[in-house]
């Protein structure tokens, strides 16, 4: 069993655009939105490795909420 400790969990966020519009206004066309943080990702990659793994986090406010949920 691995033990993370995430003091300073993050929400992390990723806008994909299908194109630039150069001088014009450039939409997303899908958003993803992870726990993230360096602890919490690094859990993330040693649980699709096949490890075992348990996360304990400082959350608080609204990001605190959203990370929680993810």
């Keep these: 069993m691995i033990v993370g400790l995430a003091l ?3 929400l992390d966020v990723t806008c994909e655009v299908d194109r630039l519009a ?3 206004i ?3 066309s ?3 939105r992870v726990a993230g943080g360096k602890t919490l990702n690094a859990l993330r990659v040693a ?3 096949g490890g ?3 996360a304990v986090a400082a959350l608080g406010g ?3 909420r959203w990370v929680h949920d993810l």
């Design 30 to 32: 899908r958003v993803t």
């Design 26 to 28: 450039t939409r997303p």
């Design 47 to 49: 649980h699709a490795l």
């Design 62 to 64: 609204h990001s605190g």
């Design 52 to 54: 075992s793994v348990h």
């Design 22 to 24: 150069i001088g014009g």
């Design 8 to 10: 300073t969990p993050a």
